[in-house]
């Protein structure tokens, strides 16, 4: 499988969830959900830790931690609540990588995020839409790692949220294994253009709320036109 079919394969994963999501199911259900749908469409493993899905929901959205210590929640889904699905599988060696913030509301699955009654978790997809939008309409083929980190944290600064990133990076770039990855943080001057692939994985917050969003793509350069795979 290509990184593109990976990444077909945790589209679907999201859209599959969606459906199935109701008030009352556990995390722990619906990473195993993700993690055995993902197995039987493709993925082999979980390069992330054996990890296939890193899934937050309420209060618990805000954290930010390493896989090798991560533990599922068990907290239950609600009627009105915020959940956070981070998927990694792998297909000889061949990764996707890929989160969404879903947003439940009277007990459903709220697609269009116009359409989300509570303001803040509506302005904070919005805002992730931002991010990715201004990264692209930034990153050419000259731009290295620390310059989109330093871009990007500028901008998630001058409009009100904060990078939760324990380790305060935006994304990474695509190997086949973990221990080689790079990192869109200070210091790494190695242009975007020089790897496959990378990662734009804003996690972002108010300051001070109970609540946090991700989005993350892949994203590659193709005839020098950066585009997400």
Sequence with gaps: MTIHEMQNLNRATIEHASKVIVPGMTLIELRKLCEEYMLSHGADSFWYWDVGAFVFAGDKTTVSVSGREYKTDDHIIEPNDIITIDLSPQSNCIWGDYARTLIVENGKIVKDVEQIQNDEWRNGLKMEVYLHEAMLGFVNENTNFEALFYYINDQIKAR??????????????????????????????????????????????????????????????????????
């Design 160 to 229: 009100g949220y904060v990078n939760l990133d324990f380790l305060g990076n935006l994304g990474h770039s695509i190997v086949k294994d973990k221990k080689h990855r790079i990192y869109i943080e200070k210091g790494n001057t190695e242009k975007l253009s020089a790897v496959e692939a990378f990662t734009f994985e804003p996690h972002i917050s108010l300051p001070g709320s109970l609540y946090g969003y991700k989005k993350e793509n892949i994203y590659g350069f193709n005839g020098g036109v950066l585009t997400e795979l």
